[in-house]
């Protein structure tokens, strides 16, 4: 996304995201939950769409949280397919919905989502897209190389030139780790 760097700021929707979390490094499992939804969601949509659509997301999916979203059921499924706020695609509720489950199963060998995903780190791209695709529901590769970008496991969030990007340097990224 290197044109986001030129857009993004100053943006009336994009600035936030683009400044302050576009690239960071997250650990908490419930944000690395949100930006998986968001990401599936994206696909064939715009990011832009995605943001302002955030909130209803997080209110639709119980602040993004993972037990609650594992537990959901055909009810919560049906309210989900039908609420305006998100986007009511069933494949992608499907998937959240099935992602969640399998977070849940993850913590038994990793602790959590965070600790799955720090187990794995550095991968290339093309073997995380493989990884990811083996693990979870809808995750193509651009998916999956948005997430990690936005979260700081893979590079690119942000040109060299872009002052948000000597902020991320000192956050030391793990992708800036190896």
Request: aromatic fraction near 12%; charge should be neutral.
């Amino acid at each position: 996304m290197s044109g986001y760097c030129d857009y993004a700021p100053g943006n009336p929707i994009h600035a936030h995201y683009h400044d302050r979390e576009y690239g960071f490094p997250v650990d908490d499992d419930s944000v690395l939950f949100e930006r998986l939804i968001l990401e599936i969601n994206q696909a064939g949509l715009s990011w832009e769409l995605m943001l302002k659509k955030r909130e209803g997301f997080r209110a639709a999916y119980d602040g993004f949280d993972i037990d609650k979203v594992a537990r959901y059921g055909e009810r919560q499924r049906s309210r989900l397919l039908n609420d305006a706020g998100i986007i009511r695609n069933r494949l992608k509720v499907d998937a959240a919905i099935e992602n969640a489950r399998r977070i849940v199963a993850l913590r038994e060998d990793y602790g959590s989502f965070s600790g799955w995903i720090a187990a794995h780190h550095p991968l290339e791209k093309a073997e995380w897209v493989k990884l990811f695709r083996k693990t979870f529901k809808f995750t193509g590769g651009e998916i999956v190389g948005e997430f990690l970008m936005s979260t700081g496991y893979l590079p690119g969030a942000h040109r060299e030139d872009c002052p948000v990007f000597k902020t991320l340097a000192r956050l030391s990224p793990p992708w800036m780790r190896g």
